[in-house]
Each structure stands twice: as structure tokens, then as C-alpha cells.
């Protein structure tokens, strides 16, 4: 049912993300079907211990985020603090960030952030290279 009712959250059309809650609140099982056709849909209900889970469940897609990469980075204490700093003093929401592993001291930042943010990350990220010295 979590899974579920993130799918709603993120834009899932079916099923009403009430409904969800209604099922997951009062340990309902939920069928989800189509509207076109009669055959059986998919079964939702309480979730039952299991010796394996799934790694992937559910896939969802956003397409009001952008992701930003600021590569080339000296992976030194700090660099990281004074990016994100700077996206917050500029009212960005950043929602995931990824490091990747440090190869020669360098290092690759990406984010992503909101679209309508995206010129102001770009800002942000080139005043972070300017600062420190980052090749561009």
C-alpha cells in the first residue's frame, strides 16, 4: 500500500489517492481496473511479511524536475556546503544529490531541482566553479 499511495502522490491518475488511504487506513484490499474493458485489474491490499521484497516496485516519472551536474569538483571538505548554501540563500529546492567517487581528488555533484529553477542553479553552480578554481 505505501508504494501505492506514493505513486498517487507523485501523479498516478488511478486510484484516487483517497481511496488509498481509505484501503490502507482500514486494511481494505483495493482492486484497480480499467474503465474500458471488464477484465480483472490489479489487487492491492495489506501488506503480508515476505522472506524477499522486490528491489523495484513501482516506477514513476517527473517531468518538472531538472538535474544539474557540477563536475570536476576538488573533493575537499566544504565544496559540497558552500553549493548547496548557495541554492538555499537563492530559495532552490534541491531534491536528490548524488556524489560521485573521488577520482584524483576530483569529484562530480549532480541534483535535481525544479524546472523553473533550473537558470538559477546554473547560476549558482558557475559561481561554485568560479570560487573554486574548477576548470570549466
Not at 573533493?75 to 540563500?89: K, M, P, Q, Y
Amino acid at each position: 500500500m505505501g508504494e501505492l499511495l506514493e505513486m498517487c502522490a507523485a501523479g498516478c491518475p488511478k486510484p484516487d489517492v483517497r481511496a488509498a488511504e481509505f484501503a490502507r487506513t482500514h486494511q481494505v484490499r483495493l482492486e484497480i481496473r480499467s474503465s474500458f474493458t471488464w477484465e480483472p485489474g490489479t489487487r492491492v491490499g495489506p501488506e503480508e511479511e515476505v522472506v524477499e521484497q522486490a528491489i523495484v516496485s513501482a516506477v514513476v516519472h517527473e517531468v518538472g524536475e531538472a538535474k544539474v551536474t557540477v563536475a570536476g569538483v576538488p573533493d575537499r571538505v566544504g565544496v559540497s556546503a558552500t553549493l548547496f548554501s548557495a541554492l538555499a540563500e537563492r530559495d532552490v529546492n534541491v531534491d536528490m544529490i548524488v556524489q560521485n567517487t573521488s577520482l584524483e581528488g576530483r569529484t562530480d555533484i549532480s541534483f535535481t531541482i525544479p524546472v523553473r529553477d533550473l537558470v538559477v542553479g546554473l547560476d549558482a553552480s558557475r559561481s561554485l566553479r568560479a570560487q573554486i578554481g574548477a576548470p570549466t
